[in-house]
């Protein structure tokens, strides 16, 4: 059971503040939301507040929904949140639906083309959670990422840009490092899920052998972004990609199974809104708005 090392020294009235966004799951769907801003932002595309909403609404569904879901395993792995979707998850389960609903209606009044699409997440937490697919090696870590793909790849439907190189390589970066970064998750699960009987690469091989596959993995795929750019198939902006690679293998390196879900749940998943940050204060200082 993790320990949250390293927020200790934070005072309780903030770290209370970071638990609630954490376990209420409102901090994960703001980092669904900034997948989607650093996607508009990199293709060059107007931020519309249309296809954020929808973001937002279906990560907060689809986690509301899969943190009941998981409740058994989380009394074990993680109490404190088991402790808080107990007393409170039921109500952010039916604000999830609310929102989710909300946003398929208007996706369907405004005729965007893929409003059928948005029955996805809902299959996704069923057989990520009821089918049981979590079960299975590696399976449930590209269920995760590809969950996360579907993000750039909605973004280019909305705007009807989806065969283009920007879309289609967010797709596939956020698709490769959301599933390395579902796999470093499992750290922190590996007591319960080893007891559940839920086959993760944690479990089987151990927390070393998956940091060091995590990170070789995002060095390759780092690599990649600096390549692509460098024969212009990608726009130099795309270098700042490197920082959030170079975030990820900070966080490879120290994840262990005494950090607790602060640690995977905040510092893990702030990722995405410090790339959506940075990107957007790049674009702020392209424009001069900054510069002075």
């Not at 939301?33 to 990560?59: K, N, Y």
Request: proline share 3%.
């Amino acid at each position: 059971m993790g320990t949250d090392i390293g927020f200790e020294d934070i005072p309780d009235a903030f770290l209370s503040l970071i638990e609630t966004l954490v376990h209420s799951n409102i901090l994960i769907s703001v980092s669904a939301t900034s997948v989607a801003v650093s996607t508009i932002i990199l293709a060059e595309l107007s931020i519309d507040s249309l296809p954020l909403f929808i973001v937002f609404a279906a990560a907060m569904f689809v986690y509301s929904y899969n943190r009941i879901s998981d409740f058994t395993e989380d009394k074990q792995n993680i109490p404190k949140r088991a402790s808080f979707v107990e007393q409170y998850g039921k109500g952010l389960l039916a604000i999830g639906g609310l929102l989710y609903f909300l946003a398929t209606s208007l996706a369907i009044q405004q005729s965007i083309s893929g409003a059928p699409a948005m029955v996805i997440p809902l299959l996704v937490a069923v057989l990520y959670s009821v089918v049981g697919l979590k079960r299975v090696l590696l399976v449930k870590n590209l269920l995760v990422g590809f969950s996360w793909g579907l993000i750039p790849a909605g973004v280019g439907v909305y705007y009807d840009v989806l065969w283009t190189t920007d879309i289609l390589f967010m797709t596939g970066f956020i698709t490769a490092t959301l599933t390395i970064a579902a796999a470093v998750f499992d750290i922190k699960d590996i007591e319960g899920d080893s007891e559940a009987g839920i086959a993760t690469l944690p479990v089987l091989y151990g927390p070393a052998v998956t940091r060091q596959l995590s990170t070789f993995a995002t060095v390759i795929i780092s690599l990649l972004v600096v390549v692509l750019v460098l024969i212009e198939v990608l726009r130099p902006v795309y270098l700042l990609l490197c920082l959030y690679t170079a975030y990820m293998i900070g966080y490879c390196f120290v994840a262990t199974t005494d950090k607790g879900p602060l640690f995977y749940g905040f510092v893990i998943d702030a990722e995405h809104i410090v790339l959506a940050l940075l990107l957007l204060a790049q674009e702020l200082l392209s424009r001069g708005v900054l510069s002075s």
